[in-house]
Structure formats: structure tokens, C-alpha cells
């Protein structure tokens, strides 16, 4: 089964890492993939974090790094035929946020979300707190 781990990830953080590297012992493939928040001002540009995400995939065989600016999440799991998106909460606030995107992205695509609980030791740690850029639910 493919699975599509979604983020501006703008920087990557030892949290996604942790996420990513939990999905790919779960799935056997999953596909990290640098996606725009419309919310979000980007801070990085794209190919510097998927340099960053390969970096952080080396030694994880099942892991392939791509971006998709251009559209909808579900277009891009419908194009690459995956149908489980993997996404990392932190606590309430981020389950808040995931919920109606994760009904949205059924109803229109029959796509499941999956999701993964942080490390307690990094559930703190946030890109918007990593760069400074003030406070956000994700």
C-alpha cells in the first residue's frame, strides 16, 4: 500500500522526520511530498527542502521525495495512485485542524488519512516555531 506524507515543510523538523520514518516501517512505500499552504509564507525555497527531505530519507529504501504545487492533495493522490494520506498531530489543536480536510479528502477521492501521534519528546517542536514566524496551528 502507497501512502503520501503532505507538508510545506518549510524547515523539515526532527518531527517529520520521526513521522516519516514511523510511516515507512508502516507502508510499503510512502511518498513525502513538499505541497504550498496558501496560509503559509514560504521561508525555503522548494528544491532546498526536498534537498532536506532526502536527506532525511537517506537509508529509508520504501521513501521517495517529490513536490506538487499546482493542486489539490487529491489530484495528486489520484494521479499517483495513492489512497492513504499520513499526517503527524501534536496534540487537540493539529486534530482540530486535520479533521475536515481528512472528510473532505474522502468525500471527494475516497482517500483515508492516517494518523500518527507525535513523539512526546518533540510534539513541542513546530517549522512555525523553528523559523519564528509566529504562532500556528500547524
Not at 4 to 20: E, I
Not at 71 to 89: E, K, P
Not at 92 to 111: F, I, K, W
Amino acid at each position: 500500500m502507497r501512502a503520501l506524507f503532505p507538508g510545506s515543510f518549510d524547515p523539515v523538523t526532527p518531527g517529520h522526520q520521526d513521522v516519516l520514518r514511523r510511516a515507512a516501517a508502516l507502508f510499503d512505500e510512502v511518498v513525502v511530498c513538499v505541497m504550498l499552504n496558501p496560509s503559509k509564507s514560504g521561508r525555503f525555497p522548494v528544491a532546498e527542502r526536498l534537498d532536506r527531505l532526502r536527506a532525511v530519507a537517506d537509508g529509508l529504501s520504501n521513501v521517495t521525495v517529490d513536490s506538487y504545487t499546482g493542486g489539490l492533495l487529491v489530484d495528486y493522490c489520484r494521479r499517483a495512485g495513492i489512497g492513504v494520506v499520513v499526517r503527524g498531530v501534536r496534540g487537540v489543536a493539529d486534530l482540530d485542524y486535520e479533521m475536515p480536510m481528512a472528510r473532505m479528502n474522502h468525500e471527494l477521492a475516497g482517500v483515508e488519512t492516517f494518523f500518527i501521534p507525535a513523539d512526546p519528546a518533540l510534539a513541542h517542536v513546530s517549522s512555525t516555531l523553528v523559523t519564528g514566524q509566529g504562532a500556528s496551528p500547524r
